[in-house]
């Protein structure tokens, strides 16, 4: 997922390419023909689903699955922290949990263990994909409160408000899901992929398939631990000086270009510079991150290239031309006597966030409003227009979750989310309350992007309330980011509440089960993302009077943090606009970049829409390359190209071994690279944190 909660089109194309490639299984899950979606009336797909497609008392929200979708869906929200801080992507975990599900109850049923059925493995994918993204806002829209207002908030106050925001999107998903799932049958490509793969595993002759990918991904995650773990300093200085007693400790080097460096210290090589300066205080360091290699192959070849694009036109040319130029100044020294330091977050907090913003965004609003498709939807919806009322009893009332739940519960726990706003945050009693009706609208645009698309634009739509209230308030950032935040955290749990519902609505499963799944995922996702949230970033016990800024606390070489990145940058441009010292902030030079950027990612965004997504490049990832690493970025481009030249060598050979192992276990060894590093990586953190201090 693109920062702060957008799929991004190339992830969802991955996704379904696994899908489709057990086709042949879609044969199995009954549907109804695209004439009796259009003519017949909801009560009469009621009907039909619930004599032909529900599976009755089949076991689905158990105590095991539900205690498998918790734990699953708290190690995967510890990965997507990780992976999120790092590169701004959010990456979905519903077809990993799926197969470790799988996997772990198939090898418990040899030993004598009853096997999970298909729809407990569907409520514990729910589970665990609501955990994975309850990450979003703690990498970008509430990071970059904390950075702007310098003050680190209350852990206890981050898990009230997250998960009263995110229980807020289920309870406006459910009003939409009459209309979009059993109404108008919309395909919410994702979910029916998920579905597709969840009847696929569990038909006899596909069973040694997902064993098989299980394994990969076992497999995947053992070689990026084993590798995390040797390059882990804090690991080696516990085991090679606590334990073994040695006095000087060695780990792996994970900077490729050391040994290079080495010679130049002999004199033996020259030191590369651009503009006078030494390209390492470009960020023009390789780095050997596996993790990252995972993240590449999952995004697709034209993302990580646009990616490894952004990231060379930024520092390879337009930084040193900007040096040269004077417009980017080191924060200490001078380059004549050679004591210059700039360092990346030096030149991209003065000069190159802004371009780079604006790609961004400028393309995520495009391809927004380019999908008219989206906005007629949400009219319908919202004037009732276009739809067509069940007649009779209602068949599944004793299964779906009571429309008046939600009809009560959406003004009390938005009275909540507001009173959470104004008393924690400094939201505006008024602001707040307006900014619900805003809110719940958002979020149906988002809802009808991610039945039609599978994208949902919470990224995008965010910058909605960001300069609607910034423009009301400019006085603080609070306004603007945190409805922002409430807008992009209510959003994405209606959407993927939605598209967790689509496989279960597929399969037969309940859906007041899965809402009730849905939930204890959010309590997953924010339990045991908070508190890591706060160890990693060295939260824990944060002194202001140290000195360092929150910014400067969190933001290092590992963890950089793009998505906040955007998010500060996005609301610090709207309260110098409205507040009137814009000039202060945005030099000539930027501002012109800034005009050519949103240009150019214009034009690249309608190019890539006219062709059907075909044109070679992402403006979005572009503007990314910027703002993320150019070391994560070349890592993230390696790992796109290695499963895309897979895929030109052995795509069209389905029985080969290649296309077995690269092609249709590609998400698997993307997954357990990333699952691999991130969580030995985090663990890394931990012993320097509990133990070698």
């Known amino acids: 997922m693109p920062p702060e909660g957008e799929r991004h089109w190339s992830e969802v194309q991955v996704i379904l390419s696994l899908a489709t490639k057990e086709a042949h299984t879609l044969m199995a899950l009954q549907q109804l023909s695209p004439e009796q979606v259009r003519d017949w009336s909801r009560e009469q797909k009621d009907r039909w689903w619930f004599e032909n497609v529900w599976r009755g008392d089949m076991p689905q929200l158990t105590l095991r699955s539900a205690v498998t979708g918790f734990l699953l869906g708290g190690v995967l929200s510890a990965t997507n922290l990780y992976v999120a801080a790092k590169t701004g992507w959010t990456l979905g975990v519903g077809l990993t949990s799926v197969i470790l599900a799988f996997a772990l109850y198939r090898a418990f049923s040899r030993l004598g263990a009853r096997d999970m059925t298909i729809l407990e493995n569907n409520c514990v994918q729910s589970i665990a994909t609501a955990a994975g993204y309850m990450t979003m806002p703690l990498t970008s829209g509430l990071a970059a409160y904390m950075w702007a207002t310098n003050n680190v908030l209350p852990a206890w106050q981050i898990i009230c408000f997250t998960i009263v925001l995110s229980i807020l999107g289920v309870l406006v998903a459910f009003p939409m899901k009459r209309r979009f799932i059993n109404d108008e049958q919309h395909p919410f490509p994702e979910g029916r992929a998920c579905g597709v793969v969840l009847d696929a595993l569990y038909e006899r002759a596909a069973a040694a398939s997902g064993m098989f990918k299980a394994k990969a991904l076992a497999a995947a995650a053992a070689l990026a631990g084993g590798v995390s773990f040797i390059s882990g300093e804090s690991y080696m200085r516990l085991v090679q000086q606590r334990w073994l007693g040695l006095q000087s ?7 490729l270009d050391g040994w290079y460096y080495a010679l130049v210290d002999k004199g033996h090589a020259p030191l590369p510079r651009l503009a006078g300066v030494d390209i390492r205080q470009l960020a023009l360091s390789p780095t050997l991150d596996l993790a990252m290699i995972g993240a590449g192959g999952l995004m697709g070849i034209r993302t990580g290239a646009s990616l490894l694009l952004g990231a060379a036109l930024n520092f390879v040319i337009v930084v040193p031309v900007m040096i040269s130029l004077g417009e980017i100044v080191p924060r200490s020294g001078t380059i004549a006597d050679g004591t210059a330091l700039f360092g990346r977050a030096h030149i991209l907090n003065t000069w190159s966030l802004w371009w780079g913003i604006t790609m961004m965004v400028v393309a995520s609003m495009v391809a927004l409003f380019a999908r008219p498709e989206v906005f007629i939807e949400a009219f319908r919806s919202l004037t009732g227009r276009g739809r067509v009322r069940a007649a009779g009893d209602d068949v599944l009332k004793d299964i779906e979750l009571p429309l008046p739940v939600s009809w009560i519960g959406v003004p009390i726990i938005g009275a909540f989310g507001v009173w959470m706003a104004h008393d924690w945050f400094g939201v505006d009693w008024l602001l707040g309350a307006l900014s619900i009706p805003l809110i ?22 965010s910058k909605i309330p960001q300069f609607t209230f910034g423009a009301l308030d400019p006085r603080t950032p609070a306004p603007n980011l945190m409805t922002a935040v409430m807008s992009a955290e209510v959003a994405s749990n209606a959407s993927n509440l939605l598209m967790d519902i689509k496989p279960g609505y597929m399969l037969g499963a309940k859906p007041r089960q899965q809402a009730i799944g849905h939930v204890i995922g959010i309590f997953a996702g924010a339990l045991a993302a908070t508190p890591l949230f706060f160890l990693l970033f060295g939260l824990t016990g944060f002194d202001p009077a140290a000195g360092r800024t929150v ?8 963890f950089t943090f793009p998505g906040a990145l955007q998010w500060k940058g996005v609301s610090d441009l709207v309260t110098a606009v409205f507040g009137g010292n814009g000039g202060g902030l945005l030099t000539t030079s930027i501002i012109w970049s800034m005009a050519i950027a949103g240009f150019a990612a214009f034009v690249m965004e309608v190019l890539r829409i ?13 503007g990314l390359g910027v703002v993320v690493p150019p070391d994560s970025s070349l890592m993230m481009f390696l790992g796109a190209a290695l499963f ?21 276990t590609q998400e698997p060894i993307c997954a357990g690279l990333i699952a691999g590093a991130a969580l030995v990586g985090i663990g890394d953190i931990l012993v320097k944190v509990f133990v070698l201090s």
């Not at 809802?447 to 990224?459: F, N």
């Not at 895309?644 to 389905?654: K, M, N």
Request: proline letters at 8%.
């Open 440 to 461: 719940l609208v958002l979020a149906l645009i988002a809802a009808s992007s991610t039945a039609l698309t599978g994208i949902t634009p919470s990224s995008s739509l």
């Open 551 to 558: 910014m400067d606390t969190m933001v290092t070489d590992k």
């Open 610 to 622: 006219r062709t059907h997504n075909r044109f070679p490049l992402s403006p979005l990832a572009i």
């Open 644 to 664: 895309w030249l897979a895929g030109l060598r052995y795509g069209t050979q389905p029985d080969s071994r290649g296309y077995r192992l690269w092609v249709d």
């Open 249 to 255: 400790p060695w780990h792996l080097p994970t900077h």
